[in-house]
């Protein structure tokens, strides 16, 4: 019986291997992975401050854990350098491997800052524990931090970092934090609210370059403007990684392209999580994953399964004014309507006929995300 292959440990990883072990206790399952294999949830990387978690007790399970609890085999410390669909097999650094079933749960890496200067090299980048403890330990016994990018990771770090009591110098290109999520007025208010705790925003600007200073780095912006910081994190988005898929001939835009039932353009591969674009719509989000490792498992114990999302909300971590959204799609005709209150903000996004097409939520407001997502999916 030849296995199913996953590759990758995250978290879309090990939840399509534990969902098929809810339904298959006996086919035999290998993960494969460049780390360590270790289980942890990569959503906490930006809020371990808070947490209290360090880069080694955010893992919950080690690999052989993982292993033993879950009746698999776990290559750790292994990269994939090339897939075979004719033949069925992937070819790694420790040799090939023949696979019934390819599952791909690549995960994403981030956009390149794009600076220029004598520190380019040392701006650094959280995208899985070791970045964790790289930049753990670069920002001990430091002070002032510069994060380039004010979205949803962004801003969950800013909150992490000056809770921790950081200073922390915000530069976003756009004109308030979450654009692709909040309204002005949302946005505005968590902006707002982090900079009442020390936050320092620079809107419409972004990083030139970076330059290494006898006491940090010295970041110039596109305007002339520079910031003084002990430390330079990039914070400016992901993309899907798709190098492997596209090498092998299987179709690519943003993600890796696949059908409802995560079906790839190759017999027998499949693709989820942060690297899948399913039916058109890459969704980088933890729910989305959920709901595709539970249809997935399912297909692959014999049962096809459509993925069918249901309206999802994104929760921003950011306790100092917690944020919920689940934006309108793209395109959508209709207005925001928008209640300000003292303690949070309430944006519907309405069409001509008042009927709910999404809607952000802030501090207290978030409250009423479960009751709209459920009127939204009426």
Known sequence: MHPIVIVGSGLAGYTLLKEIRKRDAVTPVTLVTADDGAFYSKPN?????????TAATLASASAEKMAAELNARVLSHTRVTAIDTQRQYIRTDGGELEYGKLVLALGAD?????????????????????????FRSAIDGKQRIAVLGGGLIGCEFANDLV?????????????????????????????????????????GRSGKSVEQ????????????????ADTVLSAIGLRPRTQLAQAAGIPVGRGI???????????????????AEVEGLNLPYVQPLMV????????????????????????????????????????????????????GICALHLDDNGRLQGFALTGSETGRRNALAKEMAA
Not at 47 to 52: P, V
Not at 181 to 203: C, I, N, S
Not at 217 to 224: A, K, M, Q, T
Not at 336 to 342: D, L, P, S, T, V
Request: with cysteine.
């Open 45 to 53: 990387l930006s809020n371990a401050f808070t947490t209290g978690k």
């Open 110 to 134: 981030p956009f390149p800052h794009g600076c220029a200067g004598s520190g380019a090299g040392g701006v650094l980048v959280v995208n899985d524990r070791a970045d964790y403890a790289v």
């Open 163 to 203: 809770h921790a009591g950081f200073a922390v110098d915000m530069v976003h290109l756009g004109g308030w934090p979450l654009e692709r999520l909040l309204p002005v007025e949302a946005g505005q208010r968590l902006a707002d609210t982090l900079a009442a705790l020390g936050v320092r925003w620079h809107f």
């Open 213 to 228: 200073t006898a006491n940090g780095y010295r970041v110039e912006l596109d305007n002339g403007e520079t910031i003084e």
């Open 257 to 275: 392209q696949t059908n409802g039932l995560l079906e790839t353009g190759a017999a027998n591969v499949y693709a989820m999580g942060d690297c």
């Open 292 to 343: 595709q490792a539970h249809a997935l498992a399912a297909t692959l114990a014999g049962t096809p399964t459509a993925v069918v999302y249901p309206a999802m909300p994104v929760m921003v971590k950011t306790p100092a004014h917690p944020v919920a959204a689940l934006p309108p799609r793209i395109g959508a005709a209709g207005s925001w309507k928008i209640e300000c209150g003292e303690a």
